[in-house]
């Protein structure tokens, strides 16, 4: 049999394949061997803020290694979100990203990073429920009242930082 230039090169392809995905079982195996970070791009105390440093505290129990929390805030998680896209792509930093994360990548013209390109999705880890509560004084029944607030625009909807929008009442 003849060994042509395209056999070599075809043999030595799938050796670096195989080198690479032992290489990469060996790392999953690994795994994690050093500190994790979760950036959580919000102020310390918050609702984001605490459930990282829960779920922190649980990795690293089950983990075995320090699952540290850093809040990187600014610029309504821009910031924070940002620092994890240009981290190393090692599995070691993650995102506690929200809502606000996907937001941003629809309302920020020039983000410094690409939703779609720089991150990627690893696990939902909790969802919230939002209620809408009117205060007993209130001058018609919620269900009533909101439509005829919103159709003579007397009610505004705004968020507080990095919290959901809420209903605010004007006049």
């Known amino acids: 049999m003849k060994v042509t230039e395209s056999v070599i090169v075809g043999a030595i392809a799938a ?6 995905a032992l290489s990469q079982a060996q790392s999953a195996a690994d795994y994690p061997h050093k500190t994790i970070k979760i950036v959580v791009p919000f102020s310390a105390g918050g609702g984001t803020d605490l459930m990282a ?3 922190a505290q649980k ?3 089950a983990w075995k290694q320090p699952v540290v929390v850093e809040n990187k805030t600014g610029a309504g998680g821009i910031i924070g979100a940002d620092a994890v896209a240009k981290a190393a792509g090692d599995g070691y930093t993650y995102l506690m990203g929200t809502t606000t994360t996907a937001i941003n990548a629809s309302l920020v013209t020039k983000s410094p990073y690409n939703l779609k390109k720089d ?3 690893v696990a939902v880890l909790g969802l ?3 209620v809408g ?3 007993a004084a209130a001058p ?3 269900r009533q009242g909101q439509v005829a607030r919103s159709q003579n625009k007397t009610q505004i909807w705004g968020a507080g930082g990095h919290r959901p929008p809420h209903p605010q009442q004007r006049g």
């Open 119 to 121: 991150l990627q999705p």
């Open 140 to 142: 018609a029944p919620p």
């Open 128 to 130: 919230y429920a939002m």
């Open 15 to 20: 050796g670096l394949l195989f080198a690479s």
């Open 59 to 61: 990795l690293g129990e």
């Open 53 to 55: 440093r829960n779920i």
């Open 133 to 135: 509560v009117v205060g």
